[in-house]
């Protein structure tokens, strides 16, 4: 990598005595999966190119508790999430901005009843912030004649009604944006939510992913785009199954943005 990326700690942050303007969660995938990765740097390099004030925990965070609570166990939900809470409350975090919508739900949606309370959104919706506010300003058509179409992650779209943010910045590419059939409030799941990515799926037809994979290759797509990490990898597994992989490629919004940057 040519230029560094500039990300600094909470840590840091408090030793300056200062606050960032938000603190981005990047969350387990985000921190450890190979894929995931660059979805997070690619984040980065957007919130760099805005000027962004903006702060991590590194190695203090830990797993928001969504996995425990999706596979049923709930004590240690409760043991995951309170220990983020006393950290985020200590560090007296208001706004938090995550690339994974079950991070993203969880804070948002669970974290309140234990005693967390936060702005928490999604990074879609805070790309879309940025360019509205003129802070990341965007040039260029790389993707002019691309065709992209969107999957509604089910704890953005169905389950927080976030469906705009995501479409909105994915046009700032130039790209033409086709929409699958079962899309926003109608859109299925790519199979991994309620802890289902870490388990084998159940007998049945078809595979969850592949069948939603078979949703969007109906569109003709050049590009699925998608905004969370568990969607990337499941679509990317059902292009394989349908043997596409040299014809279309998974990218996160995030991705689709800062490569139409040249970033």
Not at 32 to 51: E, G, M, Q, S, W
Not at 138 to 151: A, M, N, P, Q, V
Not at 169 to 178: D, T
Request: hydrophobic content about 35%; overall charge negative.
């Amino acid at each position: 990598m040519s230029e560094q990326l500039k990300v600094k700690t909470m840590q840091e942050f408090m030793a300056e005595g200062k606050q960032p303007e938000i603190l981005f969660w990047v969350g387990s995938a985000g921190s450890y999966d190979d894929r995931a990765k660059k979805i997070t740097k690619a984040f980065v390099k957007l919130l760099n190119k805005a000027a962004v004030d903006f702060a991590v925990l590194g190695t203090e965070e830990s797993s928001t508790g969504d996995v425990a609570k999706r596979a049923g166990n709930e004590f240690l939900f409760q043991m995951q999430a309170m220990m983020n809470i006393e950290l985020l409350n200590g560090y007296e975090i208001k706004r938090i901005v995550t690339c994974d919508p079950h991070s993203f739900n969880t804070i948002k949606n669970e974290y309140p009843g234990l005693g967390g309370n936060y702005d928490v959104v999604h990074h879609t919706q805070y790309l879309k912030e940025l360019i509205d506010n003129g802070r990341l300003t965007l040039s260029g058509d790389g993707y002019k004649g691309k065709r992209i179409t969107f999957h509604d992650p089910c704890y953005l779209g169905r389950a927080n009604s976030v469906f705009d943010a995501p479409r909105e910045v994915l046009a700032k590419s130039n790209a033409e944006l086709v929409e699958m059939k079962r899309h926003k409030k109608t859109a299925l799941c790519c199979g991994a939510g309620g802890a289902q990515m870490f388990k084998e799926p159940e007998k049945g037809d078809m595979d969850v992913n592949v069948l939603r994979t078979k949703d969007a290759l109906e569109t003709s797509p050049n590009i699925i785009a998608t905004g969370c990490p568990y969607c990337n990898t499941m679509m990317t597994d059902g292009i394989k199954a349908h043997e596409k992989e040299d014809s279309v490629t998974v990218l996160d919004v995030a991705e689709v943005l800062a490569n139409s940057q040249g970033l």
